[in-house]
């Protein structure tokens, strides 16, 4: 623990001299000044956990200086000293802010009793801050990662440890999610501790190996330990009970933010899945009309062109292209309703991959965009359902396209698995997702593009999902995107 700080200004040169002394003594950092003005100034530079003021000074006495000092620490815990017979003052002294006030000479005892009251007093006013703090930031966020990360950080500060980290259940395992400050501690020594907790389901100030000391708390969701918070440092003097009540606190915020996370993704995953079987409705009513206007769109061109009307033509061209763009946008939503059952067949990747390869020729532009292939002649035939995985590897190729207004490469990679399945990596140097694109890229209808229909990259996972396969984005802002398809054999 840090050591705490006193500010000490009496004008009596050897009352300053002992306090001095004797602050020392109880462990404080102390600065002594004999100068009310001078006191002033020092304040406005830095802050301080405690402070005493002699009550008779000049020209500014201990309640204004008192006043003066709130103005710039609005926290500062202040004991006013007052010689035996000033108590009126000293009383007038509290009404005007000060915490307590104590009589010379010292009595060593009530010194030391009073300023742990003052600091306490201090700890808890801050601890409430930082509690309403917490609470306001999970109430207005919905993203676990940064609930989990404002937790660690708090607990940081509260708990005044080298190291707050916080785990959650993962399969069997609890794993860091977020860490705040730093140790050598090896992390799995903090696991032990938090799985001991989780199970145990209640905090415990436990020490660690050399000399360390651990305070943990349960994560509860709904009964069940999911996981701990834990703080650690080296030179903690005692961690107190509030300490623990402490942590107890932040960790069951968590665990309440973490609930209703889920409960939130779960109805919105709900409301998308109903969403998305009434745009499939939808889509499909609009693909026969489409099918029309397109045939009337190109008998128009033709009648047009036999009239040698160009102008005519050329707006029968732009109905046949916009009715052509709302096509494949109708199609697309359809396919995403329709997870049929796939139709299965032996067929080699690296074919699917090639079969791509034209198809997006028209999108290279003048040579500012360049397809790189390095695909493994290892690979072998797999069960797939050709139409629908070629589906999903062109809405990864042409969203890395996409990526790159400026130029850039694609580059799509094959490599067979030691189980006989494949990885196939399609990797762009475009812009990237920034976090919350990397958060929704599979939720339906999410784009960041003007005329993007934000249905690729959902249609995509449930393709890959269905073949049983995984899926994993890596993605850098500025640097850009791979994509990582991972099918087995079967
Ligand atoms: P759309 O391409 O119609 O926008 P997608 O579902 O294919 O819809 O993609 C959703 C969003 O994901 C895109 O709008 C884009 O912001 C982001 N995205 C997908 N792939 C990439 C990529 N390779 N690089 C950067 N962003 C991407
Ligand atoms: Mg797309």
Redesign the pocket.
């Known amino acids: 623990m840090t050591r705490r700080t006193a500010l000490i200004v009496d004008d009596d040169a050897h009352v300053l001299e002992v306090l001095e002394m004797r602050l020392e003594a109880l462990g404080f950092d102390v600065t002594a000044s004999a100068d009310p003005q001078a006191a002033i100034q020092i304040l406005s530079r830095r802050g301080f956990d405690v402070a005493l003021f002699d009550l008779r000074m000049a020209p500014i006495d201990g309640i204004a200086l008192t006043r003066a000092a709130h103005e710039k620490q609005s926290r500062l815990p202040v004991l006013i000293m007052t010689a035996h017979g000033t108590i009126d003052n000293a009383v007038q002294a509290i009404k005007e802010g000060a915490f307590d006030f104590i009589t010379k000479p010292f009595v060593p005892e009530e010194l030391s009793g009073k300023l742990a009251r003052a600091l306490l007093a201090r700890r808890w006013a801050r601890d409430r801050e930082l509690l309403r703090n917490l609470g306001e930031t999970l109430a207005s966020s919905n993203a676990v990662e940064h609930v989990l990360r404002t937790v660690a950080d708090r607990t940081l500060e509260a708990t005044e440890t080298e190291r707050a980290v916080v785990f959650l259940r993962e399969g069997d395992a609890l794993r860091a999610r977020a860490v705040a400050g730093a140790s050598t501690t090896p992390l799995v020594e903090l696991a032990a501790q938090a799985e001991a907790t989780a199970r145990r389901g209640a905090p415990a100030v436990v020490n660690g190996s050399d000399g360390r000391v651990m305070l943990a708390a349960p994560l509860l969701v709904d009964g069940t330990g999911e996981g701990a918070v834990v703080a650690e440092t080296r030179s903690y003097v005692v961690p107190t009970d509030d300490d623990l009540v402490l942590i107890a606190i932040f960790a069951s915020q968590a665990a309440v933010a973490i609930k209703n996370a889920h409960d939130r993704s779960r109805l919105r995953g709900g409301a998308l899945a109903a969403l998305g079987r009434v745009a499939t409705q939808v889509a499909h009513e609009l693909n026969n009309p489409l099918g029309g206007l397109k045939l009337y769109a190109g008998l128009l061109e033709q009648r047009f062109s036999k009239l040698g009307d160009e102008q005519g033509v050329d707006m029968a061209r732009k109905i046949d292209k916009a009715v052509g763009h709302l096509g494949e946008i109708a199609t697309d939503i359809t396919a995403y309703g329709g997870s049929h059952e796939l139709r299965r067949e032996p067929m080699r990747p690296n074919v699917l991959i090639e079969d791509c390869l034209p198809l997006v020729q028209d999108r290279l532009g003048d040579g500012r965009l360049q397809l790189v292939t390095d695909l493994d002649a290892a690979v072998g035939e797999l069960m797939l359902d050709q139409r629908e995985m070629r589906k999903a590897l062109l809405?990864?190729i042409?969203?890395?396209l996409?990526?790159m207004e400026d130029g850039g490469t694609l580059t799509i990679r094959s490599r067979a698995l030691p189980d006989n399945g494949v990885r196939i990596e399609?990797e762009?140097t475009?812009?990237?997702?920034d976090d919350e694109?990397r958060a929704?890229?599979?939720e339906l209808f999410?784009?960041?593009?003007s005329?993007?229909?934000?249905?690729?990259?959902?249609?995509?996972r449930s393709v890959v999902d269905r073949h049983g396969g995984r899926l994993d984005?890596e993605?850098e802002r500025g640097r850009?995107?791979r994509?990582r398809i991972e099918l087995p054999a079967r």
């Open positions: 809405n990864f042409v969203n890395g996409e990526a399609i762009d475009g812009a990237g997702m694109t929704r890229v599979f999410y784009t960041t593009k005329n993007g229909t934000g249905l690729g990259m959902a249609i995509a984005i993605s850009g995107t994509i």
